[in-house]
């Protein structure tokens, strides 16, 4: 048995986080609430000082949990990479967006693979978390790794393990969702999959490679995608039909068998679901192969939020009124439910092309009062107020958030887009109209 694998055992390793996001933060408290001393890296500082002082600042973390952890001595934050040398497993859960030619940016990863390495000591174990294309782990990460002077397999171990948070899920978090691990070598899988199974209460599925569990977290983005891209092309044709296209999903996911509800919407938010697609689309072109089916998916989710801007219009048009010039209420910020997360937001994107139409734009989020875009900050609503709805030409529901009372919004609303299906319970219906 490796010394490594001993203290994680007998719980004496000290475990490292780099990112304190959506998704580092909460393995940080898990890790430190599993009994592991644990050091949370981020170069924001303001995250750092929260962290510190035992303030949260994401949703899936339990403001009591933090408080407990960082009081006992059991989770520390800092901005210093050189406390890395005191860290025996390290997890990189940094951001790896899309630039803007749509390729995968993965700067933040080669970064903190580059910060670790003065650092790095024998028997030590750096875990991959952030989502990115099949071959990162061993083609970019395992190279700057080896500058240390440490070989992969030998004297340290390398893992990629995909993160599957999901922001404002009631039942799975990052302590009962099942974990994938590969590792570069077999004994990297066991180290890995022992550091997870010290901590999580779900099951670790263990795979042969790194590239495989790289491949499985685009797959399970991509086959939503696709998924969703199929719904919302349907939605629009039924549109043209005049059929109600949520009551044929509903209709159709009460076969007990052979059927995955998927919902149509504004387009598609997020970190994971609308970037992951593009991830493997780039990287199969390496290949010479193209993703027909992913690209006509992306294609579909991409221009919804244009679609919804062109169908505002056509329901103003039948008021006899003009986008340009019209009061809009947009009702959403965040890309998903009772959520304050509004990364890859459609909503921001709808606000963007109804202000270059000509239309003044005033938003509603109970979780979030104002977002910054292109540099600029949008202030948002304090109240949802009658005056506020009465005041719009259109109110538009992009986010179904439940705190909201509907009711009250088609009360006073002249007329109304629903592009979430938020109204499905109110009566009276004249006013609405259903993506």
């Known amino acids: ?135 990162t782990t061993e083609e970019l990460l395992k190279p700057i790794l080896e500058l240390s002077g440490l070989k992969c397999g030998v004297d340290f171990y390398l893992a990629f393990s995909p993160e599957r948070v999901d922001p404002g899920n009631i039942f799975f978090k990052t302590k009962n969702t099942p974990k994938v691990v590969g590792g570069v070598t077999e004994k990297c899988t066991d180290i890995a999959a022992t550091l997870y199974e010290s901590i999580l209460e779900a099951p670790i599925h263990r795979v042969s490679s790194p590239a495989i569990a790289e491949m499985e977290k685009i797959l399970e983005n991509t086959y939503r995608n696709i998924n969703i891209g199929l719904v919302n092309e349907l939605s629009i044709l039924c549109n043209k039909m005049g059929i109600n296209f949520w009551e044929v999903v509903d209709a159709a996911k009460s076969k007990p068998y052979g059927f995955q509800a998927f919902y149509p919407g504004p387009g598609i938010g997020g970190h994971c679901i609308p970037l992951d697609p593009y991830y493997l689309s780039w990287k199969a072109r390496e290949y010479g192969f193209h993703t027909s089916m992913i ?26 009124k003009a986008l340009n010039g019209s009061n809009i209420l947009v009702l959403g910020i965040a890309y998903k439910q009772d959520i304050d997360d509004y990364r890859e937001s459609p909503a921001i994107r709808i606000i ?64 109304i887009f629903d592009t979430k299906n938020a109204m499905k319970e109110i009566i009276s219906r004249g006013k609405i109209e259903l993506l």
């Open 295 to 320: 690209e006509a998916s992306m294609m579909i989710n991409d221009r919804m939020p244009e679609y919804c801007v062109e169908r505002a219009s056509r329901i103003l048009n039948q008021s006899k």
């Open 1 to 135: 048995m490796s010394t490594l694998k001993e203290k994680l055992l007998n719980k004496t390793a000290v475990l490292g986080v780099i990112g304190l996001g959506y998704v580092g933060l909460p393995l940080a408290v898990e890790k430190a609430k599993a009994g592991y001393k644990t050091i949370g890296f981020d170069i924001q500082e303001w995250k750092v000082s929260k962290v510190n002082t035992g303030i949260n600042y994401i949703g899936d973390v339990v403001n009591e949990d933090l408080q407990e952890i960082v009081n006992s001595g059991y989770l520390r934050a800092t901005s210093d990479f050189a406390e890395v040398a005191k860290a025996d497993c390290v997890c990189i859960c940094v951001p790896t967006p899309l630039d803007q030619h749509k390729q995968p940016d993965i700067s933040y990863v080669k970064t903190s693979a580059q910060n670790i390495v003065p650092y790095m000591h024998k028997e030590m174990l750096i875990v991959l978390e952030s989502t990115t294309y099949p071959g």
């Open 352 to 415: 963007e092309e109804l202000e270059n139409e000509g239309a003044n734009v005033r938003f509603f989020d109970p979780f979030i009062s104002e977002y910054k875009f292109l540099e600029v900050l949008k202030k948002g609503e304090p109240e949802l107020t009658e005056e506020l709805i009465r005041s719009a030409d259109l109110v538009m529901i992009t986010t179904n958030h439940s705190s909201v009372d509907y009711s009250f919004v088609e009360k006073h609303a002249k007329i």
